[in-house]
């Protein structure tokens, strides 16, 4: 069954939608028919797989992890290598995409809030390619966790704000964001990185990241002659799970998306709202989210930047309810043991959310055959992880 | 349990408007500066000569305000205090004040504590409306029946940036009056009146006759006065939450004298 949704009101089910302030809904009626009349517009096609094809490096390498499928024993490893996208993360295919529609718009700004800062980077990255004016929001606490992407962003021109409110952290860099967003919404389009917030962005950010899948699904008829087994995608807001599982939806493809358990799942230090999460509204959506019997939201923790956020993607929600994907969890250290194994099996550095997946290997792999096929999505590289995994392995630099 | 008696929020437009005043709303944060001052401020800024209180429940992420609410959120739920206590502390003032309590609040505590038993409870503990700045139309007509059922009013918001075609859905949704926003962006005290207010104020009574409150952005009393000449209402926040943040041994006081000066400049 063909699986259609949003509805024309966003909705995923009873989850995603638009809550936000009423001075942003006008904006968000404006960018639904903007994205509406150019998504299959022949132009703008043309210029998105320009773009994708001669500045991102698209199609990126589906690629046959040979030490490491002999190092288990067991299924063929296959690695979308969306660590190869310019910039070092699959967050570009969603930043050039949203910047030519905001281009079309006529805005003049572009904001955006960031975790790991991969988001920032693509954001600002697409800013310099179209000459946008440009502020990255981020928490205080990951400005420090992730210095080098902070300097990163100030030399393609963009300003990053680090955000002092609440756990300083990707949850209130996103509110801060909203804030700006509220006083400039005129001028300014709200760049939002993953496949959360209110309508249409779930969607938006989905069709511009489904490419990953797209090709993978391609590449892979073409490698193996058949349709993979498993797909595993780490999931923090969901953006690179839902790229590589949208287009494997209800084709009987194992859909694998892997939640940052943190110190522990029992230990109420993790990220993992799909797991062990409540229903609830945050950042103009309903979806899973950790929060307390008020509806107060909890802090998140991750080793991983990226992943250190209390809510989901509203489809991610559907998906999981339905039975359309399935989700687990990886603990800090789990991710890190995958971080070295990789680094050393096949000398690829993973960032550490796509590290998580990785790990999800020690988990499930004894249960496929030889004949199975397991494609990981390895969403981004791991260059900028590597002062946080020195400092957890005790290594000073 | 369905009320019918005409709500407290209904009552004080009508009599305003048949003495032809704007009605004076503060907003009070429950927890802020801490959980009993709470209640002594919602009883004091009442007999100063507040028509309506707004009643903040303070949340974790409350992305519609500026950074005096914020800060004061911040400290709020360091006291303990929750949805249930809010309640509580409208339950107490109710024992000496009868004026409106409008409680606002995020969508999420309304929809994690239940939409049925939040909009239950309220209306128990003597809550008159609730305002929740994250809930657009859209969305709003799962909380708006069940506000309806308790008699609660669901207040809505209208903004700058509404088309006619929105307003006209607002204003048609929203019961007790509407919450008209000043300008696009978040709560806190400013200079000025945006210079488009009048122009805006005039867009929403075309398509409406309900009472209209105008809140973002008011502090000085001679800019509440100019408002209480356009709108049926006068919404003061960030000014006076940093004013009680200020010295809280002396808030209650403070507050009190804030308000009445305030109120003096309004009618006069």
């Known amino acids: 069954m063909q699986h259609v949704l949003p509805d024309e009101r966003g909705h995923y089910g009873e989850f995603g939608g638009k809550f936000v302030p009423e001075t942003l809904m006008t904006a968000l009626e404006e960018l639904e028919a903007a994205y509406a009349r150019y998504k299959d517009d022949p132009k703008f096609k043309t210029e998105l797989e320009f773009y994708q094809r001669t500045y991102i490096g698209r199609p990126t390498l589906l690629y046959f992890a040979e030490q490491l499928t002999k190092h288990y024993g067991k299924a063929k490893i296959y690695l979308k290598r969306e660590d190869l996208c310019h910039g070092g993360a699959h967050k570009i295919n969603n930043t050039i995409g949203q910047a030519l529609l905001a281009k079309r718009m006529g805005k003049k700004r572009i904001i955006a809030e960031t975790g790991a800062g991969q988001h920032g980077v693509a954001s600002a990255t697409a800013a310099a390619l179209f000459e946008f004016e440009c502020q990255v929001y981020m928490g205080e606490e990951d400005t420090r966790r992730q210095s080098l992407n902070v300097f990163r962003m100030n030399l393609l021109g963009t300003e990053v704000i680090p955000v002092t409110s609440g756990t300083r952290t990707l949850k209130d860099a996103m509110n801060e964001a909203i804030r700006d967003w509220v006083t400039n919404v005129e001028t300014t389009h709200y760049m939002i990185g993953s496949v959360a917030g209110p309508h249409p962005y779930p969607m938006m950010v989905r069709d511009f990241q489904r490419i990953i899948g797209d090709e993978t699904r391609e590449q892979m008829l073409k490698i193996e002659g058949r349709m993979p087994d498993y797909i595993i995608a780490c999931v923090g807001g969901g953006s690179n799970a839902m790229g590589i599982f949208y287009p494997f939806v209800g084709t009987g493809v194992k859909l694998i998306g892997i939640e940052p358990a943190g110190y522990g799942l029992d230990t109420g230090r993790h990220g993992a709202p799909l797991t062990k999460g409540d229903k609830g509204v945050l950042h103009g959506s309903l979806s899973y989210l950790l929060q307390d019997e008020y509806g107060q939201i909890l802090p998140a923790h991750s080793i991983s930047a990226g992943l250190d956020y209390p809510g ?25 043991a995958a971080f070295q194994l990789l ?27 030889k004949d199975d096929i397991i494609v990981i999505n390895l969403s981004g590289r791991g260059d900028k992880d590597v002062q946080v995994v020195a400092d957890a392995l005790g290594v000073r630099l | 349990m369905v009320v019918t008696k005409l709500n407290r929020i209904d009552e004080i437009f009508k009599q305003l408007r048949a003495t032809k005043r704007s009605a004076l709303m503060p907003y009070l944060m429950a927890g802020y500066p801490d959980i009993e001052a709470s209640l002594s401020l919602l009883i004091s800024v009442a007999e100063a000569g507040a028509d309506l209180i707004e009643f903040g429940i303070p949340y974790s992420d409350p992305l519609a305000d500026g950074p005096t609410i914020q800060a004061a959120s911040e400290v709020a739920l360091t006291t ?34 239940g939409l049925e038993r939040f909009a239950g409870n309220a209306a128990e503990s003597g809550v008159d409306g ?71 104020i005039g867009r929403v009574r075309k398509v409406t006759d309900k009472p209209l409150a105008v809140g973002f952005g008011i502090s000085q009393p001679e800019q509440a ?29 403070a507050a009190a004298a804030y308000i009445s000066k305030i109120r003096e400049a309004m009618d006069s």
């Open chain 1, 343 to 369: 680094s050393k099996k096949e000398g690829i550095l993973p960032a550490l959310e796509s590290a998580h997946a990785v790990a999800y290997l020690e988990k499930m792999i004894d249960k496929t055959s």
């Open chain 2, 80 to 113: 303990g205090v929750n949805t249930d206590i809010a309640f509580d502390l409208v339950k107490k003032a109710r024992e000496k004040i009868e004026t409106p309590i409008a409680v606002m609040t995020y969508y999420n505590a309304i929809y994690r504590y």
């Open chain 1, 312 to 336: 989901v993607g509203p489809e991610h929600s559907y998906f999981k309810d339905n039975g359309l994907a399935e989700y687990s969890s990886i603990t800090d250290k789990e991710a890190l």
């Open chain 2, 130 to 200: 609730v305002i929740c700045p994250d809930l657009p139309p859209e969305e709003a007509s799962p909380w708006s029946e069940a506000a309806a059922q308790y008699g609660l009013a669901n207040i809505m918001f209208a903004a700058p940036t509404s088309t006619n075609e929105r307003l006209k859905k607002i204003a048609h949704m929203s019961r007790g009056f509407i919450y008209c926003v000043s300008l696009t962006g978040v709560t806190g005290a400013r200079t000025n009146l945006p210079s488009n207010l009048t122009d805006f």
């Open chain 2, 225 to 253: 006065k100019q408002v209480a000449d356009i709108a049926d209402g006068v919404i003061i926040g960030s000014a006076l939450v940093s004013l009680i943040g200020a010295d809280r041994e002396t808030c209650t006081d």
